[in-house]
């Protein structure tokens, strides 16, 4: 069961947290999350699962940053969640994908008990222009059945930024 966008704003302050909340972003059955200012970009050519690779921090101007085709960003939402009892989801909006931007190549999917800001994982198949604090994607949450244990991952939860892949720390 997915929430309803007015079950989603009753839950707010209590099971669901979403600072700053504005109710202008507050859709039928989801809550639009903006793009926050800055960017990471990987500067290596290959990227090593066993190693922490390097990025560079990027910021997007208000005039507007041209994002190229084949190439990985990492982004992050301006917006911090907190979810209890829900399992949020992410997915980019359908007026950004129609523009041919991936706004998550793969991560979209929350655990329950997340804290965080969201890293964006963002893919272009046509050159484009973004600007900070476009709503980017939206948040929705699935009711959870049964009992569950909320996430503590020691790599991404209370998170305070974008986050690059910590996949290396598994290989310790």
Same mark, same amino acid.
């Given at each position: 069961?997915?929430? *309803? ?30 793009? =926050? ?40 939402? @301006? +917006? ?13 909006? *359908?007026?950004?994908?129609? $523009?041919?931007?991936?706004? =998550? ?8 008990? %997340? *804290?965080?800001?969201?890293? @964006?994982?963002?893919?272009?198949? =046509? ?5 900070? +604090? ?7 949450? =699935?009711?959870? +059945? ?6 503590? *991952? ?12 910590? $996949? %290396?720390?598994?290989?310790?």
């Amino acid at each position: 069961m997915i929430l *309803s966008g007015k079950e989603i704003e009753k839950k707010i302050g209590k099971e669901i947290c979403i600072e700053p909340f504005n109710k202008s972003q507050l859709n039928s059955n989801s809550y639009n999350l903006k793009l =926050h200012n800055e960017l990471l970009v990987y500067e290596e050519p290959v990227l090593d699962m066993k190693k922490e690779n390097k990025a560079k921090k990027i910021v997007i101007p208000p005039e507007g940053l041209l994002l190229e085709t084949g190439r990985l960003y990492l982004g992050r939402t @301006l +917006e911090h969640t907190t979810t209890d009892g829900y399992v949020p989801m992410l997915e980019g909006r *359908s007026s950004i994908g129609r $523009l041919g931007l991936f706004v =998550h190549v793969t991560a979209g999917f929350g655990d329950v008990g %997340f *804290s965080g800001f969201w890293t @964006l994982e963002m893919f272009c198949v =046509h050159p484009i222009i973004i600007y900070p +604090e476009t709503e980017i994607c939206q948040i929705f949450y =699935h009711k959870i +059945e049964g009992e569950y244990e909320k996430y503590t *991952s020691n790599k991404y939860q209370n998170n305070k930024g974008i986050q690059p892949s910590l $996949l %290396f720390k598994d290989f310790k």
